[in-house]
């Protein structure tokens, strides 16, 4: 819940044509006044379109908290969490899908369309066999088989993604595409939140009793299984929709032309530029402070004895949250201090790693405890994940800001593409290794022999056998807070000063080439 929808939804994810992408139109200028009579239906087959996308944004939410509530270890967790990486290297083909297409079928819908199948199809299939795999947490092969299907999952889902992104461009009238960032933002939210709020609470027994039925009933609503295999439907019932309903426009000849080596010979000069190179070693280790609260409290405060309901509650709190954060951060920033107002957030942020370390301390005592502790109990929790996820969304809109300021307007789309890579990168490698360093760093001891420290099953068995208990000395999330936050103390004091002269650094510093011709795309000179 932390930190995944922003990684995956984020609107740096898309790649559009390499040519003037930022206009979405080839450039041209926008003259007339917004004016959605034309495009009503198209703005609602766009919303469609953007709510089938957060779909599964919301599962790779979900499914950590459903393993957790079925006990599967940290080990485990790291293990699926692998599953989200294609979000972060769908970069890799995003050029293939913008630049390889057939006319007769369509530019965005000979992708979309098989994505669409495939997708439904893995849904169905994990549906069969979904509580089989995780309802026996003691074989292993259970949870690879799991990892694998949402790996190809993920893998169509971030097609899909740039697939959408880049038909969101020319689906709308130019004096309407504006409205493209409305349908994306509200279309990913809601299907992010069918994905996982309404996942988690609907397939829970305990709110559907307390909150939406007159008579308690064994048994949730619905089951994981069942709702994997109505989303299945709905992508298979997608995919004839599109075929069916929708038709594209004719490239332009310059869409036509862009071509997929020229798209990777862009991503490589811009590597090659000083400053991506800095901000780039910037957000790759921007995770390291931040990687255990992000990764693993819900987890941890599951296994305190919070219910996953009020995990979900709170969850529908943040995206409130979401709502408001980016119209208070664009009062109080300019052009001139973008990066100086981030780096006054970082301590903040750091600051509640404490704040969590405390309160899951304290969680056992107070859960169980009268009424008015309880009360007071749940409002600190709600108010501390609030305000760590609005220090989160402030630096994420902030850097943001700064991309879309410091991009070439001549390759906008693939230049933030490639800078959003290094921030999703850093948050897939630091997620895996926080989730498997935790069961690292943590220290078990028998209670009846003094020398085992339950490392192994026989270890843990042995100690079972002499009527002991396996007692934990040091926690793993403890152990790791600790760690995370030294990092993250240091690499604030090393990144300081870099993000200041970046902040100042002269805009030509980021142009890929120089003497750039945009009617004729050339380039006569290029400056690294």
């Not at 959408?164 to 349908?183: E, F, P, R, T």
């Amino acid at each position: 819940m932390m930190d995944d929808n922003i990684a995956k939804t984020e609107t740096l994810s898309r790649v559009v044509p390499i040519h003037n992408a930022d206009k979405c139109n080839g450039g041209d200028p926008i003259t007339r006044a917004p004016n959605i009579n034309g495009d009503k239906m198209n703005l609602l087959k766009l919303m469609f379109l953007y709510t089938l996308q957060g779909v599964p944004c919301g599962f790779a939410d979900a499914f950590p908290i459903i393993l957790k509530t079925k006990q599967f270890s940290y080990n485990d967790q790291a293990l699926f969490s692998i599953s989200t990486w294609p979000y972060t290297f769908k970069i890799l083909w995003a050029p293939l899908v913008d630049s390889i297409f057939c006319l007769s079928i369509g530019r965005r819908k000979m992708w979309l369309i098989p994505v669409y199948l495939q997708l439904g199809t893995c849904l169905l299939f994990c549906s069969l066999y979904v509580d089989e795999w995780l309802n026996d947490t003691e074989n292993l092969s259970n949870i690879i088989l799991l990892t694998t299907l949402w790996l190809i999952i993920n893998c169509l889902a971030a097609t899909q993604d740039i697939v959408v992104d880049g038909w969101a461009c020319s689906m709308l009238q130019k004096h309407n595409i504006h409205y493209a960032s409305m349908c994306n933002a509200t279309g990913n939210s809601l299907g992010s939140f069918m994905g996982y709020i309404i996942m988690l609470l609907l397939g829970s027994e305990e709110f559907c009793n307390k909150w939406l039925r007159s008579q308690p009933k064994s048994g949730s609503i619905i089951t994981v299984d069942e709702y994997l295999y109505y989303w299945g439907i709905v992508y298979i019932v997608a995919a004839a929709f599109v075929f069916m309903f929708k038709s594209e426009t004719e490239p332009s000849s310059r869409q036509k032309n862009v071509g997929v080596w020229n798209t990777y010979k862009l991503l490589w000069d811009i590597m090659k530029l000083r400053n991506v190179q800095i901000l780039g070693s910037i957000w790759v280790t921007a995770k390291l402070g931040f990687a255990t609260v992000d990764s693993a409290t819900n987890m941890e405060f599951m296994g305190a004895g919070v219910s996953e309901n009020s995990i979900a509650i709170i969850g529908i709190l943040l995206y409130l949250v979401k709502i408001i954060v980016p119209v208070a951060v664009s009062k109080m920033t300019n052009p001139t201090n973008t990066l100086m107002v981030y780096l006054k957030y970082i301590p903040y942020r750091l600051l509640h790693n404490v704040i969590f370390a405390v309160l899951l301390y304290y969680t056992p005592l107070l859960i169980n405890s009268n009424a008015i502790l309880q009360t007071f109990y749940y409002i600190s929790l709600g108010l501390t994940y609030i305000t760590y996820q609005t220090c989160m969304f402030i630096m994420y809109v902030l850097y943001l800001s700064f991309l879309s300021q410091v991009s070439d307007p001549n390759y906008g789309g693939v230049y933030m593409t490639l800078l959003g890579t290094f921030a999703n990168l850093s948050y897939a490698i630091t997620r895996t290794g926080s989730l498997w360093l935790i069961d690292v760093l943590t220290f078990k001891q028998c209670s009846t022999i003094p020398h085992n420290y339950c490392e192994t099953s026989i270890s843990t068995e042995s100690c079972q056998v002499s009527n002991g208990t396996c007692n934990t000395i040091i926690g793993g999330y403890y152990a790791e807070i600790v760690l995370s936050s030294i990092l993250g103390i240091l690499w604030y004091y090393i990144i300081k000063k870099p993000m200041i002269r970046l902040q100042s650094s002269d805009r030509t510093n980021w142009i890929v080439y120089k003497n750039y011709d945009s009617k004729t795309d050339r380039t006569t000179e290029t400056k690294h």
